[in-house]
């Protein structure tokens, strides 16, 4: 049972300027498994996302992070990322002068250390048509002047160039159509098999239609206070948060 | 590839010098100077003149603190021991080698118009190719192109483009000018491939004071492509060029320069250029080596419809302090120029633009615009832009933008999230910084360029 474990967090506490925002996080996430952690703005789910990946503004102040059986707690994001840890951002950074195709090539060479450029292309050509980012968009600044759609389908574009081990989609549906939505969800679904693992930051019930979860999570206040299977999602859309006690 | 440039600059050939200069400057020394080159009377002449302002003028008291500078201690005059030679074979050993680990051989295969070479203060490798010399073009160095074009010289050298009275160190270039470049194109004549010159200075303590004199006569075209890299020494060391652009009616001449000098090098160069209605100046700047560097490219815009663009690039690394940036005067009506400045400085380094718009009154419907950003990858290092505009005409268009800024941590999260280590996420996001100037480089420069930043970073950051 122990190696269906991909990412195990314990007692997580996180404090963010001084103010602690994660107050105990225990949570267990399987491989073949699509999670989803849902709660109201400020509960903490962003940090918790950001925290897995390893941002420096996050401090942990106690507790450990176990990926693939390995303590990342004090990894730097680039060794988390290695490993195979994926982070979709809410707001994807822009950086001008450097393309993307530029940006996909560097990351997937530290990545990737049989790299191959005639593997490279072929793959950024293929996963560019999943997601339907045409081929000129590749030469463009990363993200510079990107809508919000094209924003998420690069994040979604990058995650199937890295073939990460764990997705974290931190409320990429935000903001989107419903085409893009629905591109980003056949991004999501190329990638996912049972080696895999999807956990999905969202506020509404409408992604998880289009990337089934196995589990829902819900948090409040900085801790995980009660999880569900699937129908769970329906419940929160039909009643909020409210019902839901802390402890 | 990186080896091989860090062993380039990191090598000094056994100094093999006919003649070198004691330290200081004196008028015997400028004398020598006058008669070891056989120049005549005029220009002796003209040497002691602008000693004799060199003598009168102060030092700068703005900018850069040049008090390491000890002039008493540079060696103002050096030749090596080589003869002016048109053939690669005639050039000594030595010497050869280090434009190999320089690249230079290649440079020419690439087919670079032709290959002009300083070493020390004195042009040792001239080639110019054949179908360029048919159309009249003259590529020479300086102190032939006195010889044999005595009269251009006269009309033209530090005569109304830079003049020794513009500051102390224009002086100082004139009283000690040595060696450098000279090109002459004539009318209607468009030299479609890049014209190139390397030139390094390697002697301890060795002053350098090359002169570049371009005429790009009427309805021509011209591309200048002129680098340097100096190797390592210990003691201070001066640069004080002098290059003068005269751009005549309907001309467009491109002059792109990256210096590198070593970091102990005052690089107090001077470059202008004067152009002419419908004519075109547009300079290439970037700064990367030296202690200090204090250069303002200059553009006046003395005929109706002239325009300069300027793109400039700065490198500030540890204990060094790079001031540059353009001056642009509209004197006429419609003139136009824009500037794209960047910035970088890391581990303690300065960078700074400081540049210049004035518009005459009568310049009417001139148009500026001016870009400056600074780019600081740490907390201990500094960027600054110092714009300055003098307006005395309202009929014109103005606009000037300036961002200065850390290399942003959510931004290094974003790359490092990816799977690139800190040092490579810092390396991307300077490329893309630098990537409007980069862009607009010859290509050879541009993969250099990107080389020796990625060098520096490498050597300051990790």
């Not at chain 1, 109201?40 to 996050?58: A, D, E, R």
């Not at chain 1, 002068?97 to 940006?103: D, I, L, M, P, T």
């Not at chain 2, 540049?355 to 290092?381: E, F, Q, Y």
Request: hydrophobic share 35%.
């Amino acid at each position: 049972m122990t190696n269906k474990k991909i990412l195990e967090i314990k007692n997580l506490h996180v404090e963010v300027d001084g103010k602690e925002i994660l107050k105990g996080i225990n949570l267990t996430l399987d491989v073949g498994k699509v999670n989803a952690l849902m709660g109201p703005n400020g509960s903490g789910k962003s940090t918790l996302v950001n925290t897995i990946m390893g941002h420096p503004k996050y401090k942990i102040t106690k507790g450990k992070i176990i990926f693939g059986g390995k303590d990342v707690t004090n990894f730097t994001p680039d060794k988390r990322a290695k490993l195979g840890i994926f982070l979709s951002f809410q707001y994807p950074r822009e950086i001008s002068g450097v393309s993307v195709s530029k940006f996909l090539k560097a990351t997937s060479k530290e990545i990737n250390p049989n790299f191959s450029l005639f593997e490279f292309k072929k793959k950024l050509k293929e996963n560019s048509e999943l997601v339907e980012i045409p081929n000129e968009m590749t030469e463009r600044y990363l993200n510079d002047g990107f809508s919000g759609g094209e924003k998420k389908k690069n994040e979604i574009l990058q995650m199937l160039m890295l073939d990460p081990k764990l997705v974290m989609l931190d409320e990429t549906d935000s903001g989107l159509d419903v085409d893009s939505l629905k591109t980003v969800a056949k991004g999501v679904n190329a990638l996912m098999n049972n080696k895999k693992c999807i956990f999905i930051i969202t506020h509404y019930k409408r992604i998880l239609e289009y990337i089934k979860p196995d589990k829902i999570f819900i948090m409040l206040n900085g801790k995980i206070v009660l999880d569900g299977d699937g129908k769970l999602a329906d419940e929160l859309e039909e009643k909020g948060y409210g019902w839901i006690e802390e402890d | 590839m990186t080896g091989k440039i860090q062993q380039a600059y990191a090598m000094k050939n056994k100094e093999d010098l006919i003649f070198k200069s004691p330290e200081g400057l004196t008028e015997e020394l400028v004398r020598k100077i006058s008669e070891d080159k056989n120049e005549p009377e005029w220009m002796l002449k003209k040497r002691l003149q602008a000693l004799k302002i060199f003598n009168e003028k102060p030092m700068p008291n703005w900018g850069p603190s040049l008090k390491d500078l000890d002039l008493n201690k540079i060696h103002f005059y050096m030749r090596p021991n080589a003869k002016n030679s048109r053939s690669w074979d005639d050039v000594p050993k030595e010497i050869k080698e280090t434009f190999d680990k320089l690249g230079i051989p290649e440079a020419e295969k690439n087919a670079l118009g032709g290959v002009g070479a300083q070493y020390e203060s004195e042009t040792i490798y001239h080639n110019l190719k054949k179908d360029l010399e048919k159309k009249g073009v003259i590529f020479t160095d300086c102190d032939t192109g006195l010889k044999e074009h005595e009269e251009l010289f006269k009309k033209y050298f530090m005569t109304k483009c830079i003049s020794p009275n513009l500051h102390k160190f224009s002086a100082l270039h004139g009283a000690v000018w040595s060696g450098g470049t000279f090109i002459y194109i004539p009318k209607n004549v468009k030299v479609e491939i890049p014209l190139q010159a390397y030139f390094r200075m390697n002697a301890t303590k060795g002053g350098q004071f090359e002169h570049t004199l371009i005429i790009a006569d009427e309805g021509s075209e011209l591309h200048y492509i002129e680098g340097c890299s100096a190797p390592e020494y210990l003691e201070s060391s001066l640069h004080a060029g002098g290059v003068e652009i005269y751009v005549m009616k309907n001309a467009r001449v491109r002059y792109s320069s990256i210096e590198n000098w070593s970091k102990n090098t005052f690089n107090l160069n001077t470059k202008r250029a004067v152009v002419e209605e419908n004519g075109i100046i547009e300079w290439v700047n970037g700064n990367l080596g030296s202690h200090t560097t204090m250069l303002y490219p200059c553009s006046v815009l003395n005929g109706k419809n002239s325009k300069s663009d300027y793109i400039g690039i700065a490198y500030a690394g540890n204990g060094q302090y790079q001031d540059t940036g353009c001056k642009i005067y509209h004197l006429n009506k419609n003139t136009s120029s824009t500037v794209l400045s960047k910035g970088i400085s890391v581990d303690g380094g300065v960078s700074s633009y400081r540049g210049l718009v004035k518009i005459n009154s009568g310049a009417t419907d001139s148009k500026s615009s001016v870009r400056c950003d600074g780019l600081m990858l740490d907390n201990k290092s500094k960027a600054m832009t110092l714009p300055s505009m003098d307006v005395n005409e309202n009929q014109v268009e103005v606009s000037h933008e300036a961002a200065v800024g850390k290399v942003g941590e959510e931004d290094l999260f974003y790359l490092m999230s990816r799977g690139l280590p800190e040092s490579e996420a810092i390396k991307l996001i300077v490329s893309g910084f630098i990537e409007p100037v980069v862009k607009a480089l010859p290509l050879e420069y541009a993969v250099e360029l990107n080389k020796l930043i990625e060098l520096e970073i490498e050597n300051s950051v990790c």
